[in-house]
């Protein structure tokens, strides 16, 4: 690590070349090939995957995308001579636009059913040429315009549908830059250098910019949903500027003790840069846990996630030395280099709330750990009433029309009519024909059902469909109630005596196998991050104790985050407020990576509070005084660095896109939580109750595991002689002016 630090550092102008060419290229190249991200959330081997490949092989007509055109007028019908006129034109418009392989509106013959009770409600189905993330969105974007043109004072037309979805606009890069203008503010009041609060922004955005455009080309090569680059620039910056943080906080403690620009530099990466790779690796491998499950979609969001952090940890021990360089002395602000001149090097010493914080966590324990385990399990209770599910366009924001034109299906033909069911089978003869026949009245007989349409055979007749309205909407239990009463009870009785297998296929049945598979496979996941976690922590602290702490904390975390979630989604307490749209469930695939990503930025903060802590331990051997001075020398650095993360994460609430607003306020809360209850309280607390039995080790397995080393034995010393040097030249003064006690001398 000192030997790339010294180069980048000697090589600096090279060194920004090279990442400023790698991040034009990448970037270069993704505008050339475009995306191609793909929202496959079908699990091979489930009935509803089944249910799809029947309906595509037996149906090809139907494999594009359906989208709906709904209007409403309140006065009169939507049969009236010039409702009718206009809306007629309005579809055969559309039906003739590129990229639409079909219109079926209520006035043809095929339209019965597609006017209300009322009669001032009507829908239409347009039918594109292909699935949602294969269409042109200026296609999808003319049908909107198209269909929007025809709507008068009278005459409401709103729009729903995948496609549709793709030209609602978003908050844009507004996310972005409200965290990035936040995390500048907070790095310059810590730092008080605008040099020194530019550099991690600087270093991230490159590290994040770079990985941003290698995730489109990600998508050429493998499954990646669309909002795998949302989330990868939510967690690089995230872990970018803090990453940066801790080298630019590093380099700037050993300019103050009389290093010169380079030598503080190098020891910078040399130190605290094995740790943020140590920490960027455990982060990477926790997201790489989901190749595990074998799930395409989660495939790509995890190598798009590890992508973006490795670019940023890369950015972090080689672009920002080269930085740091450059600016020289101004890393310090004009105060911290005029005193500097005035009284030479000095050494840093915890003082303040921190100092103050750490004695008192020592001296009261016992209270302060009761406090923080009564608060993460407050907060954790929600989860129980987890309920697993994918929100649908009744879920947007109540000005999208998306949302008012699911709203207005809801109040003319009942809430199923949004998401409906489609059984699907192959028909083998006369005895197969006669039970599909009897099946429609069996299954409006059946409990949640609001309307059964007449089964539909294929040109052969080897295949037939048929579909289900429920009376709930697509994302409520009770519809996945039907769908297993349906599998489970009515569709096997009615199978008897025949050949049939009629498998349930629609929106709801494909997300809740979605969601069975992954809960299915959870208990293996977790375990399997949580196993390698702990073997990393082992490693690197020669400890039980330790590794075991930050797994329960870890556990905690994101129980208590997920609450949060749950709290805010699903029971919808100030859902609507935050422009978050209705209360919904929780997607299927947030928990796996969540999971990832909370267990890899715990261990981050586990990583950069232990290793000081057992430091001193190796040095001193007194439990008591490495906790309070680990807790004294990093609750600072740890704190701003969390702010930083917060106010990142909390900003892509304003994206508008529901499922990032959720990662967002997830990983917020689990780092809030994780920083401010956890790291600065309860782990202190709980590892002065248990003293020295914290670094207890078994002795055969002490000498079985590999010695690896977060800080290396030679900047260890350096820096100790380095400080003892200092604390020499500088006693006499610190004793004329304070003669204050240096916490990591006080005793709880």
Known sequence: MAA??????????????????????VSAAAVAAGSDYSNDYKVPGTESGRATELLREGFPDLGGDSDTIVWHT???????????????????RIEDLPGVASVTGPYDEQGAGRVSADGRTAYATVTFDEQSEDIDAADAKAVVDTARAAGTDGLRVELGGSAVGLTESSGGHLAEVVGVVVAAIVLFLAFGSLAASLLPIATALVGVGTAYAGIALLGHAMTVADFAPMLGMLIGLGVGIDYALFIVTRHRRGLKRGL?????????VA????????AGATVCI???????????????????????????????????????SFIGMRALSRRERRRLAEHGPEPELPT??????????????????????????????????????????????????????????????????????????EVHGGDDRLALDNLDATLRQTDGVASVTPVTYDAGGDTAYLTVVPESSPQSRQTSDLVDRLRDDVLPRAEGGTALDVQVGGMTAGYDDFADVIVDKLPLFVGVVIGLGCLLLLLAFRSVGIPLKAAAMNVAAVAAAFGVVVAIFQWGWGSELLGLGAAGPIEPFLPVIMVSVLFGLSMDYQVFLVSRMYEEWLETGDNRRAVRVGLAETSRVINSAAVIMISVFLAFVLSGDRVIAMFGIALAAAVALDAFVLRTLLVPALMHLLGGANWWLPRRLDACLPRISIEPPEARAAHERLAAVTDAEVADVLAEEERQRDVRDTTG
């Open 4 to 25: 790339l630090a010294r180069w980048c550092v000697r090589r600096r102008l090279f060194a920004v070349l090279l990442w400023l060419l790698a991040f034009g290229g």
């Open 74 to 92: 309140d006065s009169g019908t939507v049969r009236a001579a010039d409702v009718e006129q206009t809306m007629t034109r309005t579809l055969d």
């Open 260 to 268: 010169s620009v380079t030598e503080a530099a190098t020891n910078a």
């Open 271 to 278: 130190t605290t840069g094995r740790a943020v790779v140590f």
């Open 286 to 324: 926790a997201l790489l846990g989901m190749l595990i499950l074998r799930l395409s979609f989660l495939n790509g969001v995890a190598v798009a996630a590890s992508l973006t952090v490795v670019l940023t940890v890369l950015a972090s021990v080689t672009l920002l030395p080269a930085l740091l």
């Open 352 to 425: 303040g709330f921190a100092a103050r914080w750490s004695a008192f966590v020592e001296r009261h324990p016992k209270l302060l750990g009761a406090i923080a385990l009564a608060v993460m399990a407050v907060l954790a209770l929600p989860t129980l009433s987890l309920h697993l599910g994918t929100s649908d366009q009744g879920n947007d924001p109540r000005t999208s029309t998306t949302r008012q034109a699911y709203d207005l299906l809801a109040d003319g033909f009942g809430p199923g009519v949004n998401g409906p069911l489609t059984l699907v089978t």
